[in-house]
């Protein structure tokens, strides 16, 4: 699934490039893949609407930079958005009140409440020098409390002694009692899985709420959670109150969309992740993890920033303006070549771009990788300053003496000279499209024999 | 027969009075055009039908109608009879019953699917059709996972075989060379939860079914996937992946009693064609009923 929708949008990538602001047309037709890839995501049908008008207003009229595509920058838009969307600071569990402090785990079952609860008990205890107690207000899933015990066990945490026969409300009431009288700092409460529709657990999980008045009311979700996200996080928070969202088996390959989702309705932070099965595989929530797994197109979000980040607005007009005159000049060439290595070399700048897989094996067999970039540049700086200016100085015993400077041989030599005339004819033509045509082009224009 | 049903439709009609809802103020009485259509897919979409499934599903409503004057009720009724044929051909109850004895079921699934409930409903089910069986606790490693399906068994009547140790592996041996002495006709063997991205919990897997195929070449002679209903389209990715490494042969989804619909099973149908054995409506022992095509086509789409 993943190949496909990178394809895809790598085909519309391919159809947007060049051009100068975003149009409307352009930003439509990227965002319908959007789209698509955010309801593949699980990402709920109402918020990707809302999103997606969000983000077209945003991107038309923006200047498209040169080095990057119209496609490549409307990911970014996106994937800005979306970490905008999800919150963009890290926000750390709430412990400004008086101690014992209570957190409150709730969710469906199978969503994970469980090893959460442990998971930020001992994260709490280790990270954060907290006293905590666990307790398990599950009395109906055979062994919960079992459970709860023996993760506490395995992280050095006290939990509540189980005691039979007991309802959720007066286990609430007796772990409140054990965390004042022997001075824990936090007391997190597991309660039993639930759906949102179930009246009567729904009334109970609200009189243990009003009851232990916790700081913190976590909503543990499943991140394979699919549409049903929306409905269920709406339903807790409207009928608990929800103060912050965890989600868990981030480790697995879902995406991760319920996340969007939830955080949507309810506006209320994500926190937690749980990213593993033992009890110290917990991490805060980093928006920008998030919004990059949503997309599935984290690659073309880094090209476009490092593209951003490194390269040299000055040098691309000194460039140009050489261009305008009509000469390409080794120098010219070699600058290019520097600038491509900032970006982190042709392979990687290769691995970024969605839909090169398929090319992978012709661009390895025409030898074309990073040490070639380096052998080039070596070449160039092995001319003469004469040399550089102009190619056509450049005979047979030029050429030896520059292969032996730079370590290289004839026929290496013989490929760059090619290559030179390739990009100078090319250059001649790019001229009657302009300065932002050739800037655009300047990167894809270094490929030998297209 | 008709309880499960009535809580089947309890349990979708949440869901599908959403979806037949945006269906019925979608249209009143209009044409069938191109807008028309693409917003019936985006509410397709949103019972995680998927996009490929929800454009398939829409096509072939267009094939019919498309042009026309339509109604609610009749957009409904196309979509209800789709999804009931994509889905008839999987609803196939699992009758355990093989050549060899004993029948050994393999259960498996991501972590908080539901594998040792639907166990232990299923357990009790074929207990109270007079199988002899037995149970194994094979998920050595989530904390009091065995003490759960031992709550299980003791609710069933029927007797479960416990590691000493760690070894999932050693136990499922074991165990079954117990079963065979016995002459069990049923053997269910409980596995812990992996997530399917995990090479080495896979390869674990793989190293139960070989155990398992020491004692019996033929075994297990079912090896069941337990899906979330609540999960979106990274099921499709599970059943794939499950079934790649293991052979899965059925599927069983839980939590259909919540409001989401496991609309990505039309898509888990349409694309793989694995038989939907059952389908888990609550938490209660007799809370697992066969799958029907037809009443979860219909509870889907009806009012």
């Known amino acids: 699934m993943f190949d496909t929708l990178t394809g895809r949008l790598g085909s519309i990538i391919d159809r947007l490039k060049g051009r100068g602001a975003l149009t409307e047309a352009d930003v439509k037709a990227a965002l319908r893949e959007v789209r698509i890839a955010l309801l593949e995501a699980d990402v709920a049908l109402p918020v990707v609407k809302d999103f997606i008008a969000q983000v077209q207003e945003k991107a038309i009229g923006q200047e498209v930079l040169h080095s990057i595509s119209a496609g490549q920058l409307v990911v970014k838009i996106v994937h800005d958005a979306l970490v905008e969307f999800l919150g963009q600071e890290v926000v750390d569990i709430e412990l400004k009140a008086s101690p014992p402090v209570v957190i409150m785990m709730v969710g469906l079952q199978g969503s994970g409440k469980t090893s959460m609860t442990a998971k930020l008990g001992n994260y709490l205890a280790k990270k954060q020098k907290q006293k905590v107690l666990l307790a398990s207000l599950d009395i109906y899933r055979p062994a919960a409390r079992e459970q709860l015990r023996t993760l506490g066990q395995q992280c050095h945490i006290e939990t509540l002694p189980i005691l039979a026969e007991e309802k959720p409300l007066a286990i609430a009431e007796r772990a409140l009692q054990m965390a004042r009288l022997e001075g824990y700092d936090v007391l997190i409460l597991d309660t039993a899985g639930r759906l949102h529709i179930d009246q009567d657990l729904m009334n109970e999980v609200v009189a243990v709420r009003n009851l232990a008045k916790p700081t913190e009311t976590i909503l543990v979700a499943d991140a394979m959670t699919g549409q049903d996200a929306v409905v269920i996080a709406k339903e807790f928070n409207e009928k608990v109150g929800i103060t912050s969202i965890a989600l868990s088996r981030i480790d697995g390959d879902a995406r991760g969309g319920a996340a969007l989702s939830m955080r949507a309705v309810t506006g209320k932070p994500l926190k937690l992740l749980g990213t593993g099965e033992k009890p110290d595989q917990l991490e805060l929530f980093h928006p920008d993890r998030i919004a990059t797994r949503i997309l599935g197109m984290g690659d073309v979000v880094s090209l476009v920033e490092k593209a951003m980040e490194s390269v040299d607005q000055a040098e691309a007009e000194k460039l140009a303006l050489q261009m305008q005159k009509g000469a390409f000049t080794f120098e010219a060439m070699e600058s290019q070549l520097l600038q491509m290595n900032k970006m982190g070399g042709i392979s990687s700048l290769m691995g970024m771009i969605p839909g090169i897989n398929k090319f992978q094996d012709k661009i390895t067999q025409a030898g074309v990788n990073d040490s070639f970039i380096q052998r080039q540049i070596a070449m160039i700086r092995s001319m003469t300053k004469q040399e550089r200016k102009d190619a056509r100085l450049i005979n047979g015993s030029r050429k030896k003496r520059i292969a032996m400077g730079s370590g290289t041989s004839v026929q290496d030599v013989n490929k760059l000279l090619k290559q030179h005339r390739d990009m100078s004819d090319m250059m001649k033509r790019m001229q009657k499209l302009g300065k932002k045509g050739f800037l655009r082009q300047g990167l894809q224009g270094l490929m030998p024999h297209r | ?303």
């Open chain 2, 1 to 303: 027969m008709t309880t499960w049903f009535k809580r089947l439709k309890e349990g979708l009609k949440k869901t599908s009075s959403r979806l037949s809802e945006g269906i019925t103020t979608l249209i009143t009485h209009r044409k069938l055009d191109d807008e028309m259509l693409e917003e019936l897919e985006e509410l397709l979409i949103s019972s995680d039908l998927g996009v490929a499934t929800a454009r398939d599903l829409v096509q072939k409503l267009a094939k019919k109608r498309y042009n026309q004057n339509i109604t609610p009720e009749e957009v409904r009724e196309i979509f209800a009879e789709e999804i009931e044929i994509l889905l008839n051909p999987c609803a196939l109850p699992l009758t355990p019953k093989g050549a060899s004895k004993p029948f050994v079921v393999l259960v498996l699934g991501v972590n908080g699917a539901g594998k040792t409930t639907t166990i232990g409903k299923l357990a009790k089910q074929w207990k109270d059709q007079g199988y002899q069986l037995s149970l194994v606790a094979g998920d050595t490693f989530r904390a009091a996972a065995t003490e759960q399906l031992e709550i299980w068994a003791k609710r069933a009547n029927v007797p479960l075989e416990v590691a000493p140790t760690k070894d999932a592996a050693g136990l499922v041996y074991d165990a079954l060379q117990k079963a065979q002495t016995r002459g069990d006709d049923i053997v269910m063997i409980d596995t812990a939860g992996r997530l399917h991205n995990k090479t080495l919990l896979m390869e674990e897997l793989k190293k139960i079914r070989r155990v398992i195929q020491k004692i019996d070449p033929t075994a297990p002679q079912a090896t069941l996937l337990v899906l979330d209903a609540t999960t979106g389209q990274n099921a499709l990715t599970q059943v794939k992946v499950f079934q790649e490494a293991v052979d899965v042969s059925g599927l069983i989804v839980t939590k259909l009693d919540g409001t989401a619909k496991g609309g990505v099973l039309v898509a888990i149908a349409q694309q793989t064609g694995l038989p939907i054995h059952a389908i888990g409506v609550g938490e209660a022992i007799e809370d697992l009923h066969t799958f029907s095509a037809k009443d979860f086509a219909k509870n889907l789409m009806e009012r």
